[in-house]
Every structure is written in structure tokens, then in C-alpha cells.
């Protein structure tokens, strides 16, 4: 930067100098030479005046005179007549020399008393200078000419020269001096506010540029640091606007995205990685990120209509969720599409239990209406006169006693439900011999299990004895988890047992029944889910034997985890802790 600069004002000087020189030399010079000139012919032309007082033009031959006339003037001396012939030369051999009659400074002469001319001599290889004047003496003219070598004045010229070009190197060198110091202070200034500039780019806000003896650039130092202030403010209202709105994204339990107008992602809310995957979104197709035509369609029709739209769909990537989004178009400028705002709502809880709420009273429904139907069916058979026919009537009555017991059973599970839900059924935990529970859950099944076969079997750590648990809703828990163990298991047995996992005991009922399909697993506990409906009502169940268990586990504070393969059986595991 210094060299540049240094040359820079160097050249620039330079050429001044240059040009000055240049002035000097064709204007100043050429003044003084004329002006030198002029002095010379007009000391020549007063000589020759006082020459021509003694000069006769009779005569023939006047080179001696002339000669002697040189020695006085300094200047050669011509005499020569009217015709233009030479008479006398301090010089030459006047009677060699041509005929003088047209040469410039006698046909000056002739015209205007005094003639004037410059010429090179080849003797003396010099300009000379010839001033004649005409000369009347009597009846008889002619013309007196003297003639100088120029020599004295170029010898004038040239130290005025020399002087001249002497005075510009001084000055140059001063110059030269003075813009060295000149650059070096600049360079120098330059160097701290391209310095703070560099400091600015790189993010150092907090810097302030202070110059001494600066004269001009103490503005470029004083706007710089004010820019500074205001950047480092500017920046830092910039900062907390972008903490607060990731804090926004962070804790929104909306997805959002926000989509330029080609359609590609340029910023996202955490909320939306949990919704398509943990991806970096920024800079993606939107379709590569929300993979659901209904939303490409939606994007389409605010693309056209530069209005809201909301529609509802399902993904099933990385999870299956139901989303509710609502695209908005977005202007930066009037008239002018600038992207889109998609607000993305996570409604699978409310689908589910929208869900599960018709699930239930079709399930409802249809688990009364089975065994009201048969009564009504059976009771309208005996008044209509099968009540004399003691065998069939019997057989009738058996059979509405079945299924009125059956909707008890229903009633009583959604009553136990209820309560549960209402907090009306109270789980007192204290500690309890788990072995005794165990016994007592064995006793209840032992016939039942033997009847089809099946083995019981109890599994239990040496050092689990006791457990703090309500008893009454354990056996609860366990005699539902049981029944089902054994109402789908065919071979094999079931075993019911404790264990320690991380240090943290766990309850669990295994059996090696038909087990669960894998996509159904999230599902036990619904009320009224069944995995094979129809087997399920053939052996009595109302299908909220796992609803409960799962209530009075929550009830407990515990958590219930099930784990299946199907055709190998099933296993519950509830983490008492």
C-alpha cells in the first residue's frame, strides 16, 4: 500500500515538475533570449550610429577601417554601398564577397532605416546576429552592418537554464521529502482505519479507532467509530430478536416452516423435526421434507388463489402422526410473492381419541345390543308360549341369565373404569409379601390352567419379598393379566414373576399364547379392542380387561410395557417404581 501510494504522488508530482520545467524552458527562455536580442540590436544599432559619423562611401576599399573598428565595437563591421556592393569587411576580403543588396537585414534596411537578421555560420558554427542601418552622407548612400555571434546570449540562456533547473531538482528533492513524510503519515493512517475496517468485517464490534494529528481523516475516524456504535447496537437488538425468536421455535409446540416462493425450506422450529425426522431442512424442496401430496395440493392452491389455506392429513414417516396446516402466503413487498408460512399442528391425540371415542360407543353399543337382543329374543320366546315347554324354557332362562350376567360384567368393568378415572377407587399402597399374592393368583387359575393343559409357574428374585402396592388392585391387575394369558395361550404355560432391572423391581406375566401382531401392540389397553373380536366374545370377554389393568397401574404410579411375537406369545412387564 505505502509503495503504491508513494508512487502515486510521486508520478503526480513529477508530472507537475515536468510541466513547470517545461514552461520555464519555452516561455521563460524564450523571453530572455529575446530580450537579449532586443538589447543587442539596439546596442548595435546605436554603434553604428556613431560609426557611421566617419564613414565615406567614396572609397573603394575600407577593410582596414573596418578592422579597426572591430577592435572597439567587439563586432564584426561591413560597409556596403547602395548597390549592395561590399566595400569594407573587419573579416573577410571585401572585394571577394558577393553582393550584399538582398540579404535580410539590408532589405530591411532599406525599407525601415534599421534591418534585423539572424543567421548559422558554418566558420564558427554559431548564430549570428546582423543589425545594418542605412547610411546617407551627402549625395551618397549606402549601409553599415555589424554582426555579433550569439554565443554570449546562449551562454545567458543556458546558465539561466541551469539555474532554472537547478532550483526545480532542489525543489523536487523537497517535494520528494516532504511527500515521502506525507505518504508515511498517510500510509499510516490509512493503515489504522483499514485495520479497524478489517476488525469490523470480522465481527469485533467493540473496537474504537482513535487518530492523532489526523486534520481530515478525524471525521473518516470519528463516522467509522459512530458506525461502530450503532452496528454493535444494531447487532446486538439483532441478536436478542433472533434468541427470542429460536426461543419462539424452541418451546412451540407448532411446527413451522417457513418456504420461500421456488419452494425450498429456509427456516424451520424444532417442533417440525419431530414431526419429519431429525433433518437439516434449511435449503431442502419442501416436498423432500413433507412428503404428502394433499400438502404439495394445498401449496398449489395459495400459490394461485395468494390466499390461507388449512387442510388435515396423515404421515407415516418417522411416526404416524395427524397434522392440521394451516399455509399462509408471505410478502415482503406489495403484490409481490416472497414464500409461504406453513404452521403444522399435531392433532394425532385428539384423532385418536376421536377415535377411540366412536370405538367406544360402537363398542358400547354393540356389547349390549348382542346380549339384549338374545334376552328380548328368549323372553318374547317364553311369553309366546314356550314358557309350558319346561325343557326348552329352562334352557331359554339359562341363557338370558348368561347374557345378563355378561352385560353385569360389562357394566361392572365400566363402572371399575370410571371409578378409577374419578379417583373414587383409592390406591393405598403399603407393603406387602408379593409370594402370598402370587399363591393366591395361582389358586384362582390352577383349575382353569389345568383344564386346557397349560402349566403356572411362579419366577421370583430371592431378595423380592415384600413390594408397596395396594393388594386388592394388584390382585386386580394380576387376575385380568392372567385371565387373558390364559384365555389365548393353547400350549405351553404361563408364568407370573418379579425381577430387578437397574437396580428398579418389575411385576411380569409371561405366556407362550398365539400372541400380538407387531402394528397392534400400541393399541392394547384401548377399551374394547380386541385382537380377534370374535374369539374374544366367544370366551366371554367385554375387551376392557386390559383397560383396567392399564388404569390401575397408572393409579399406582407404576408404567406398564408389553412385548409380543406373534405365534410365540406375549409378555407384560409393569415397573413398580
Known amino acids: 500500500m505505502r509503495r503504491g501510494l508513494f508512487r502515486r504522488i510521486f508520478i503526480l508530482y513529477a508530472v507537475v515538475i515536468v510541466l513547470a520545467v517545461a514552461f520555464c524552458e519555452i516561455f521563460i527562455t524564450s523571453a530572455i533570449r529575446e530580450n537579449y536580442r532586443e538589447t543587442l540590436r539596439t546596442s548595435l544599432a546605436a554603434q ?33 554601398t547602395s548597390e549592395g556592393r561590399v566595400i569594407g569587411d573587419s573579416d573577410s576580403d571585401s572585394s571577394l564577397m558577393d553582393n550584399h543588396l538582398h540579404r535580410t537585414e539590408i532589405e530591411q534596411a ?5 534591418g534585423m537578421a539572424i543567421r548559422h555560420s558554418n566558420t564558427i558554427n554559431y548564430d549570428l546576429l546582423y543589425v545594418a542601418r542605412k547610411v546617407s552622407k551627402g549625395q551618397r548612400e549606402g549601409f553599415i552592418r555589424l554582426a555579433v555571434p550569439l ?35 498517510l500510509r499510516r493512517l490509512l493503515r489504522q482505519i483499514t485495520d479497524f475496517s478489517k476488525s469490523l468485517s470480522r465481527g469485533e464490534i467493540n473496537r474504537r479507532l482513535f487518530l492523532n494529528n489526523a486534520g481530515e481523516f478525524n471525521e473518516i475516524a470519528e463516522n467509522l467509530t459512530s458506525m ?53 431442512m434449511t435449503g431442502l424442496p419442501f416436498v423432500e421434507v413433507v412428503r404428502n401430496h394433499e400438502f404439495t395440493d394445498i401449496m398449489d392452491e395459495v400459490r394461485r388463489s395468494l390466499s390461507p389455506g388449512m387442510i388435515t392429513f396423515r404421515i407415516d414417516h418417522p411416526a404416524e402422526k395427524y397434522l392440521s396446516v394451516r399455509v399462509s402466503p408471505l410478502f415482503y413487498h406489495e403484490h409481490e410473492l416472497s414464500g409461504f ?44 308360549g314356550a314358557l309350558d315347554d319346561r325343557e326348552n324354557a329352562v334352557k331359554f332362562i339359562r341363557t338370558i341369565k348368561s347374557n345378563s350376567e355378561r352385560i353385569n360384567s360389562l357394566v361392572d368393568d365400566l363402572m371399575t373404569i370410571s371409578k378409577i378415572e374419578l379417583g373414587v377407587i383409592r390406591v393405598d399402597k403399603s407393603l406387602i409379601d408379593i409370594g402370598d399374592v402370587f399363591e393366591n393368583i395361582l389358586d384362582i387359575f ?33 387376575t385380568n393379566l392372567l385371565d ?33 401382531p407387531a402394528k397392534l401392540i400400541a393399541r392394547l ?46 409378555r407384560v412387564i409393569i415397573f413398580a417404581s
Not at 239 to 256: F, Q, T, Y
Open 48 to 80: 553604428i550610429s556613431l560609426i557611421a559619423e566617419n564613414i565615406l562611401f567614396n572609397e573603394t576599399n575600407l577593410d582596414s577601417l573596418c578592422r579597426e573598428l572591430k577592435k572597439d565595437t567587439g563586432a564584426r563591421v561591413t560597409i556596403i
Open 110 to 114: 532599406l525599407l525601415f532605416e534599421t
Open 151 to 185: 554565443k554570449e546570449v546562449d551562454n545567458a540562456v543556458n546558465l539561466l537554464r541551469m539555474k532554472i533547473i537547478l532550483t526545480v531538482l532542489l525543489v523536487f528533492l523537497s517535494m520528494g521529502i516532504f511527500s515521502i513524510w506525507q505518504t508515511e503519515h
Open 228 to 280: 461502530s456504535v450503532k452496528l454493535q447496537a444494531t447487532i446486538a437488538e439483532s441478536e436478542e430478536e433472533r434468541n427470542r425468536l429460536n426461543v419462539i421455535l424452541k418451546s412451540a409446540p407448532d411446527g413451522l416452516l417457513i418456504i420461500d416462493a421456488k419452494g425450498f425450506v429456509t427456516l424451520s422450529s424444532a417442533s417440525a423435526r419431530e414431526f419429519f425426522g431429525d433433518i437439516a
Open 341 to 384: 408460512v406453513a404452521i403444522f399442528h399435531d392433532i394425532t391425540q385428539t384423532e385418536k381419541l376421536e377415535q377411540v371415542r366412536k370405538d367406544f360407543v360402537a363398542n358400547v353399543s354393540h356389547e349390549l345390543k348382542t346380549p339384549i337382543t338374545a334376552i328380548k329374543g328368549f323372553a318374547d320366546t317364553l311369553l309366546d
Open 446 to 478: 390352577r383349575d382353569r390352567a389345568l383344564a386346557k393343559g397349560l402349566s403356572l409357574e411362579i419366577s421370583r428374585s430371592p431378595e423380592l419379598l415384600q413390594i408397596s402396592a395396594d393388594r386388592n388392585r394388584l390382585l386386580q391387575i394380576l
Open 484 to 516: 387373558n394369558a390364559i384365555k389365548f395361550t393353547e400350549t405351553g404355560g404361563i408364568t407370573i414373576g418379579i425381577d430387578r432391572e437397574d437396580g428398579k423391581p418389575y411385576l411380569f406375566v409371561e405366556d407362550t399364547g398365539i400372541g400380538v
Open 525 to 570: 389397553g384401548e377399551r374394547f379392542f380386541r385382537v380377534d373380536p370374535g374369539r374374544s366374545r366367544t370366551m366371554g370377554g367385554t375387551g376392557l380387561g386390559l383397560a383396567i389393568v392399564k388404569h390401575l397401574v397408572k393409579a399406582h404410579g407404576w408404567s406398564m410395557h408389553i412385548e409380543s411375537v406373534q405365534g410365540r406369545g406375549t
